[in-house]
């Protein structure tokens, strides 16, 4: 017997509103889902054209990167009025609602859209606000920030997508419960954003790139990190300095955009091979790392990495940066080396998929 599709005539018989930073294709699955409908039959229903499906280029993309549901007016118009939300709603709550790029006007256009990989990258919220905003398990694709990846209620972090050799690694986040410091940078790190605005998504940013250079090639008398790598996850201490790097090394990461953001005469000028800078001195001092004096352990093009400069303080807490992670190649050379193998995904029923 076919399924009795949803009629615009009424308005959708559940309410389900998007999370912050949602992927347009989470969310209509999720609307899907709880009228016991396909994703393919919501739309439908509610005669919107099958969207067109992009196959994904892994080399502009990468094998990580979810698919994504862009809409155009008509479509957008049609759920919009279907469940009830003002599109300024959705807009607000979904970073790629409006994406879709719209030639002519709704009335003009018919109703429809695309498959194809998102440019953002997406993680998995945080399981139990999940559970308790949808009152579902299933997870939730989300375009979240960098200062949104912890959730300081529940202890967790919001890890990357990782793949090795095509498979997708079996851990979504790391468990904050022993490692305090990184909740605290959390709340130091929004304290940035809400003063600094874009100039601390900058710091952040280059401060990442000098510890992730730092983590990769830290002597062995290093301990601080190795050890925060146990805390975090349940298995072996140098693989989840892989999966979980960025939380590794976050408290670190925040302390020196501090050190950037809030000091705009800090240069890095070129000094002879093998020279200590003062500044490297500043930073040993401020991470407790005496093995950062040492010029051998900063990448020859630490001006680069140093080259910042803030406009002013700013309060606009509506800023959103979604603040790209870099590149995952690395981490499946690490987990390839460390001789890693993520479990086989087993077939079993799911409920209504994407089509």
Not at 155 to 183: C, D, F, M, S, Y
């Amino acid at each position: 017997m076919p399924r009795t599709l949803p009629d615009l005539t009424h308005r959708a018989l559940r309410r389900i509103r998007p999370l912050s930073f949602e992927t347009n294709a989470s969310f209509v699955e999720r609307l899907a889902r709880a009228h016991y409908l396909t994703t393919s039959e919501l739309l439908s229903g509610l005669h919107i054209h099958r969207p067109k499906v992009y196959p994904a280029r892994e080399h502009d993309y990468g094998p990580h990167t979810p698919t994504e549901l862009y809409l155009n007016a008509g479509a957008r118009a049609r759920i919009s009025q279907y469940t009830g939300i003002p599109d300024a709603h959705l807009t607000h709550a979904l970073p790629c609602w409006k994406d879709y790029r719209d030639r002519g006007s709704a009335a003009e256009t018919r109703p429809g859209g695309a498959m194809r990989p998102s440019s953002l990258p997406a993680v998995i919220g945080c399981p139990h606000c999940t559970v308790a905003r949808t009152g579902q398990t299933q997870p939730v694709p989300r375009y979240l920030p960098h200062q949104q990846l912890v959730c300081a209620r529940h202890r967790t972090w919001a890890l990357g997508p990782h793949t090795l050799h095509g498979i997708p690694v079996p851990h979504t986040h790391a468990l904050l419960h022993k490692t305090p410091e990184i909740v605290r940078a959390h709340h130091t790190h929004l304290r940035l954003t809400r003063r600094w605005g874009p100039d601390a998504d900058n710091a952040v940013a280059q401060a990442a790139r000098l510890t992730e250079h730092w983590r990769r090639r830290a002597p062995k008398s290093e301990r601080i990190w190795p050890d925060r790598a146990r805390l975090v996850g349940s298995e072996d201490a140098s693989m989840w300095q892989a999966l979980a790097r960025e939380a590794i090394t976050y408290p670190e990461t925040i302390t020196l955009a501090g050190l950037l953001v809030r000091r705009p005469s800090t240069r890095y000028h070129r000094t002879r091979p093998g020279q200590s800078h003062p500044l490297h001195t500043t930073i040993a001092r401020l991470l407790n790392r005496r093995w950062l004096q040492n010029p051998a352990h900063y990448p020859e093009d630490l001006s680069h990495y140093i080259r910042y400069a803030p406009r002013h303080p700013t309060n606009d807490t509506a800023y959103r940066h979604h603040t790209k992670p870099t590149s995952r190649e690395a981490d499946t050379v690490e987990l390839t080396q460390l001789g890693y193998r993520p479990s086989q995904p087993t077939a079993k029923a799911h409920g209504p998929q994407r089509r």
